[in-house]
């Protein structure tokens, strides 16, 4: 973005009669073309990430109203602030699991790493399975990331849980790796 911004302002000059941008030299219409191509994929991608943010956000949303109702049903709300922003805790009186943005960031990190499978197994977008498995390496390992040492996110159970499944995407990942350096 700042080399669009950049350009921007070195090509183009305020006429200060009128308040409209001129452009100040001829340009090369392939750059002029490059540089909108170039912003055109900065919308893209912040697009694509607002998107995503929206989706989970409702996804939150939607986990927290059925926790609210199912507490309301059950009668138990025995949870504090702290325990529902960041653990998966389980209800002592019924076995019911409290979701979570935790809970949300692994499913959707297992979604990710699945999808790759399917497309690395059929030879479809070998580097989008490699960019989709370092993503979901990434969103597991936030997931295993201390705050502060007050604060357990996750129990002995599900943290070496999400590190076999670091280690095994991460051994896809290697397979992946040879495969594309081979072809």
């Not at 498995?133 to 999400?162: C, G």
Request: proline share 1%; hydrophobic share 40%; charged share 30%.
């Amino acid at each position: 973005m700042a080399l669009a911004s950049n350009w921007w302002l070195t090509h183009y000059d305020k006429d200060e009669s009128t308040g409209e941008q001129q452009l100040v030299r001829s340009l090369d219409l392939q750059v002029s073309s490059q540089i909108n191509e170039l912003v055109q994929w900065i919308r893209d991608q912040f697009n694509e990430c607002l998107e995503k943010a929206e989706f989970i956000k409702l996804r939150l949303e939607e986990a927290n109203a059925s926790i609210n109702k199912e507490e309301e049903i059950t009668g138990v709300s025995n949870l504090t602030e702290t325990a529902t922003a960041t653990t998966v805790s389980r209800d002592a009186n019924s076995d019911s699991v409290h979701v979570v943005a935790e809970k949300l960031i692994f499913d959707r990190a297992l979604e990710i790493s699945r999808n790759a499978a399917v497309n690395e197994l059929v030879k479809e977008d070998l580097k989008g399975c490699e960019l989709a498995y370092s993503t979901a390496i990434w969103m597991l390992e936030a997931l295993l990331d201390e705050e502060s040492p007050d604060v357990d996110k996750l129990d002995n159970e599900d943290r070496a849980m999400v590190e076999k499944f670091v280690v095994s995407i991460g051994n896809r990942l290697s397979v992946l790796k040879k495969k594309l350096e081979l072809s």
